[in-house]
């Protein structure tokens, strides 16, 4: 799509649930609370688990990279594809200046 110029270069934009959506720029207090909040689920999940952030996840129709992620197993256990909402224990996505496009997408 960029190179046929339906998309700028400079613009950074998504594929979500089949709609082209502008990548929003990750301000300070979202990589605050990113971190925050991953630090909090890596001291709280069982064995078995593990946290992941800003990764993609494959759902049957987009890959959408979520903010936060708690997963099953490690992140060794995927090496042929990104893991899919059944090896999802929890999506975060930290909405500080895009909570009403995140509720839509």
Do not use: C, F
């Not at 089949?18 to 999940?45: C, D, W």
């Not at 946290?51 to 987009?62: A, G, R």
């Not at 890959?63 to 708690?70: L, N, R, S, Y």
């Amino acid at each position: 799509m960029i190179d046929s110029g339906v998309l700028p270069t400079d613009e950074p934009a998504e594929l979500l649930e089949g709609a082209v959506v502008p990548k929003l720029v990750r301000n300070p207090p979202h990589r605050i609370a990113t971190r925050a909040t991953r630090m909090a689920l890596e001291r709280s999940i069982p064995r078995g688990w593990y946290v992941d952030t800003q990764e993609p996840i494959t759902t049957d129709s987009s890959e959408p990279e979520p903010d936060v992620a708690v997963l099953k197993g490690d992140s060794r256990d995927y090496p042929d594809r990104h893991p899919g909402p059944g090896d999802a224990g929890l999506i975060v996505e930290i909405a500080d200046a895009s909570l009403d496009r995140d509720r839509i997408l």
